[in-house]
């Protein structure tokens, strides 16, 4: 044997002896627990491997670690699906063709169903459509809270009150969760504009972040057990959210006990010093070539130089392989399914139980068919694709069925269908005629009205600039309805719009939000009856901008660089409500096409968790199914500290047929009654008298009920 021959003989015996030892492994070991598997694999790797897994290699993925079998690992962008793909190296479409995915509703949408399990249904769909694409983390849900109408992706988000988001965000989380995908909340925490988001500094008081900006992303930790939490990209308290130690350090990691991974925003990371010590696990998105990221090169060089500790390394290192372990990245990784027939249904039944149905005179919708020979249908926000739309949140969706699709296979059978463009950033008064002729000539007349993806529209990266529907719509609007006083106008927006001075004058208005891939279909279900409009929603739409209590108090967009939240405690309805102050549609408003009433409320000493249980029947009045969102909403007779007028506490979604009624009981646990309280650092839960109030909105009050603590609760996180 010569020299080279006997040298390749000892390497590849030598690695085959590495390979049989992995073989053997306890990490690549399903059945060992996943601490003992994470231990293992961290005790076999160098320093430089320990690194390679803490900061991208390419806009989606980090680097494989083939003598350890470690896989690249890939994430996409959620949350409405699984986001084309990306670079690898720029934040161009790679160009494949084998990246379509099912598209969801947008999540304002979602929130608007006021559904956890079917949260949890969108969910799993979209675990499904990961693990089919080779995505083991998924980058959503987004669970910043509403604070002002204009925000950017108020569409990405889920409202404005931490109990709602909370519950939806669980649902969703589990859902994509139990596919063996993980789910990565973001933007940790206070990211609620897009204007100067990559800077801006958010102070606020304790209160306000622990009761109003903190609750989703709590419960995402600790009841849905999520494997990520994304760091915004906004400072708090003079420090980057991303290195920002109070939130990741004490209040995540401390408090709430997070084991899993902190991944920054894409670009959100500035400095390794603070990257290092604060509380980030994994950087990604750095404008820097991928060895130069803060936690690869410089981040290595001071851990071998003894700046940084290695068991602050570890801790990092432990927490990517928990998400590793449990993304099956070590194991048979499953198939996963994409675009079937019932992940399709998923899609339409969230756009059919989130479409909100805002306004309806004297029974306008649904359209009935029989009686109806002619419709013009108005606006290009009828025809327009949105699933692609808004940046990172944007899906190339398998299909997208527009309004004006949805309706023609719906109802083109039964009636002539006519369409018309009526306005648009270039169009001119000939189009405005055009659209007047058809309403005039048709039975009933739809305007589909909206705002689009566009800078300063819906979109990721901008704000609003105002809140009214642009390109001289609302003007078109009333053109169309003095044509023809059947008017019926759909909103397909992502946020609240300003709705003078054609309101007053149209019998019926929908909001239908970015639907997804069915939307189509399933607008046109709701506008004929097929569906019952169920959805509620999920923010306050003021009459005014001034109205919305960051603009009253001039407390938008910040000055030198600073935004203080003036307004604390009092976001959306809490404002609205305690400051008395009417809006142009209610938190939780959404009409049916039947009618509920409640009644015989009933408050008793509640078992196990719940301190209270409120118990009412509900009964359907009207002629046709329908589903209910009952709320429950306490308010405090004389709390110690100052409190919203009313906070929403508890709320069930329930179906109920023509004449049928049930018996429904919400628990409140004592997390309920209870308000943070700055100098005692904890939750407290006081003796005292409380309000239970329930309703069909947060200002359509049914039932109200008192009730009496008398049982002291000490302060908990
Ligand atoms: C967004 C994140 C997104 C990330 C990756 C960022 O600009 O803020 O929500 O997940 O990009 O696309």
Redesign the pocket.
Known sequence: MNHTLLLIFFLSASLAGTLAAEDRALYLDPAQPREARVEDLLRRMTLEEKVTLLHGDS??TTAAIPRLRIPRRW?S??PHGV?ED?GPDT?QPAGHTDDFSTCMPAQIALASTWDPALAQKEGEVIGQEALARGKQIM??P?VNILRTPLGG?TF?YLGEDPWLTGRMAVGYIRGVQSQGVAS?V??FAA?NQEWD?MSINVEMDERALREIYLPAFKAAVQEAGVLAV?G??NEFRGQHCCENAYLLKDILKGEWGFENMVIS????THDTREAALNGLDLE??TEKPYAEYYLAGAYLAGLRSGQYPMAGLDDKVRRNLRVMIATHMFDQYPKGSLNTAAHQAVARRVAERGMVLLKNEKAALPLNLSQIHSLAIIGENAVIKQAHGG???GIKAFYEVTPLEGIIHRAGKHATVTYARGYGADAGPEVTEQAVRAAQQADVAIVFAGLGHDEFRDT??SDRKDLKLPNGQGELISKVRQANPRTIVVLVTGSPVQMDPWLAAVPAVLEAWYSGMEGGSAVARVLFGDVNPSGKLPCTFPKRLEDSPAHALGAYPGTNGTERYAEGLLVGYRYFDTKEIEPLFAFGHGLSYTQFEYSNLKLAKGQGKALETVTFDLANTGKRTGAEVAQVYIHQSNPRLPRPFKELKGFKKVTLEAGEHQTISIPLETGAFAFYDPAQKGWVTENGGFEILVGSSSRDIRLQGKLTLDQSVPAAH
């Open positions: 806009k989606f994430m962008d959620g986001r990306i934040w980058l959503g987004g992706r990405e990565c973001k933007h990211n988001r994304m915004a990209y925003d894409w670009g959100g990604m998105g940046e990172s949140s990721e990266g």
